[in-house]
């Protein structure tokens, strides 16, 4: 059975990995409902907001590491300042190869998990599906 998320933020400011991003997500029917930022501000603000409303929070985040205004690191740092009703998933993707990201990623325990760039539709059919 493959796993169904309610909504998905995918948090990038590369237009080219949203749009392909966005087309993965279609193509395999992880979601209907994706909400796009292009930096981690954005997507706290949002999150922050939808929580105080009581409207819907994401189920997943897919969170890009370098980006303008806030990056990945410091919407972690943020958002760890917050307790949510719900836990919501977060995957890091990133083209970076850094040995220090990836020991921070591993290490973090919000962090679900770590996608190499570019996103493809193997890699999320199998993170995202269970048999």
Do not use: C
Not at 102 to 131: A, C, H, W, Y
């Amino acid at each position: 059975m493959k796993r169904k998320f309610n909504l998905i933020y995918v948090v990038d400011d590369d237009d080219i990995y949203v749009f392909t991003a966005l087309r993965v997500l279609e193509s395999i029917g992880l979601t209907e409902h994706v909400q796009v930022f292009d930096n981690g501000k954005k997507a706290l603000d949002q999150l922050l907001l939808n929580y105080e409303k009581g409207d819907v929070l994401p189920d997943l985040i897919l969170l890009d590491l370098n980006m303008p205004i806030w990056d990945g690191w410091f919407f972690l740092t943020e958002i760890e300042k917050t307790v949510f009703v719900k836990k919501i998933d977060i995957m890091i993707v990133s083209s970076s190869i850094n040995t220090e990201d990836i020991t921070r990623i591993s290490e973090n325990k919000l962090v679900k998990g770590f996608i190499s760039k570019p996103l493809s539709i193997d890699v999320m059919k199998e993170l995202f599906e269970r048999k």
